[in-house]
């Protein structure tokens, strides 16, 4: 996988710490087969000036990883690239680590097809399948893809569909992040 764009957003701060090193190829804040993610949690952590991050997620088993942007390029304007799913059997790949939970965001600057984004439902199949939706972490990436799609167009697709039960759906959007970083918020 290529590198990202530096971004503002608090998603993005790996990347822009680590501009110079994702120039190399590969962008450490996003997973790939060859491991390299972003730790959330204290441990490891890329080390630009010796150009090296955790090659995975299995040397760190007490480090949690977030695999951000579903871990595949995407783009900032549009159109969505001819293959713009090529990556997912690496990303798929990762689910075997239990460590490691993926962020669903900017799932519809990947889609070929005019809102509602109808193509994007049968590879996000396979990535709650192999995921579980108690890993999947859902955003709509909006700050940083706002040039593709709009907020309610990031967001309506995924409150709307007929490919998610209720159930799926709170999951996706609000309950894997609670149980990721271990929040709740306090009652009244």
Partial sequence: MKAGRSGRSGGCRCRRRLEEYAGRGRNPCHADEGGEARAERPG???DPARGRSPRSSGEHPDTRFIIDHLGILQPRVPPAPPQPWAELPKVLQLARRANAVIKVSGACTLSREPYPFPDIWDPLARVFDAWGF????????????FAVVNYEQAVVPFLKTDRLSDTERAMLMGGACAKAYRWSPKKG
């Fill in 44 to 46: 490891p952590r890329p």
């Fill in 134 to 145: 108690d890993r999947c972490l859902w955003g709509t990436d909006w700050t940083r893809a």
